[in-house]
């Protein structure tokens, strides 16, 4: 597995301001993704954070809302800009580990961001 | 896009039975993976299934990459307390650029004493 770490763990926020939250991982990994899991909800990708190039969004995302970064193999961030209490949701990284056929994806703690 | 239907919802069992629960999907995946999130936390990985009609076990976990590769199931034999949390399943379709999660809506279990 990997260890995966996110700062910060929770924080409440008001409207209209922005919130940057970081990933951090143990070793060296390729693929890194940002998820959010809305209350009571599933969870959905946002973007692959790619290594040396702009995010992969998926629809529906839009890099001026979440602006994401990934300057090495080790460490990215997912900005939530302008935020609304609609944001207010479980944001999550995952790593993929491994190459070829194994495919696993692990998951950092989440962050859990309240909008007032 | 792709859609996850996972069932059931949420499963109320007593300490000891058996549990089942599946995905399936409108379309293909070429992995199912099956994870499970405790309050307050990120979900962990259970099982990874990489071949259509693959079976899987991990300690009394059982999980099947279905024939079609639209669908999937995990099982737990035994239940005991700590299995109580919510099972996600996702489906990946590796390459071209498609290479994140897809996830199910998740199954609630529930263990009465």
């Known amino acids: 597995s990997a260890v995966i770490s996110q700062k910060p763990s929770r924080d409440i926020c008001q409207r209209g301001t922005s919130l940057t939250i970081q990933c951090q991982v143990d070793?060296?990994?390729?693929?890194m993704f940002w998820y959010r899991q809305q209350p009571g909800q599933s969870l959905t990708l946002i973007a692959t954070?790619?290594?040396?190039?702009?995010?992969?969004?998926e629809s529906g995302f839009v890099i001026d809302k979440f602006p994401i970064s990934r300057p090495n193999l080790t460490f990215s961030t997912l900005t939530v800009s302008n935020m609304s209490p609609e944001d207010s949701s479980i944001y999550l990284c995952s790593v993929e580990r491994g190459g070829g056929r194994s495919n696993e994806q692990f998951f950092g703690p989440g962050t859990r961001l309240t909008v007032l | 896009g792709q859609q996850l239907n996972q069932s059931p919802q949420s499963m109320f069992i007593q300490e000891g039975e058996d549990v089942s629960m599946n995905c399936t999907s409108s379309s293909i995946f070429n992995t199912w993976l099956w994870y499970k999130q405790e309050p307050g936390e990120g979900p962990v990985l259970l099982i990874a299934?990489?071949?259509?009609?693959e079976l899987t076990s991990n300690g009394r976990l059982t999980a099947q990459f279905g024939i079609t590769r639209k669908d999937s199931f995990l099982n737990i034999s035994a239940s005991i307390p700590s299995d109580v949390g919510i099972y996600f399943c996702?489906?990946?379709?590796?390459?071209?650029?498609?290479?994140?999660?897809?996830f199910g809506k998740g199954t609630h279990l529930i263990i009465q004493p």
């Open positions: 954070a790619n290594q040396g190039s702009e995010a992969t969004y």
């Open positions: 996702a489906g990946q379709l590796k390459g071209g650029g498609a290479d994140g999660l897809t």
């Open positions: 299934l990489y071949k259509a009609g």
């Open positions: 070793s060296q990994v390729t693929m």
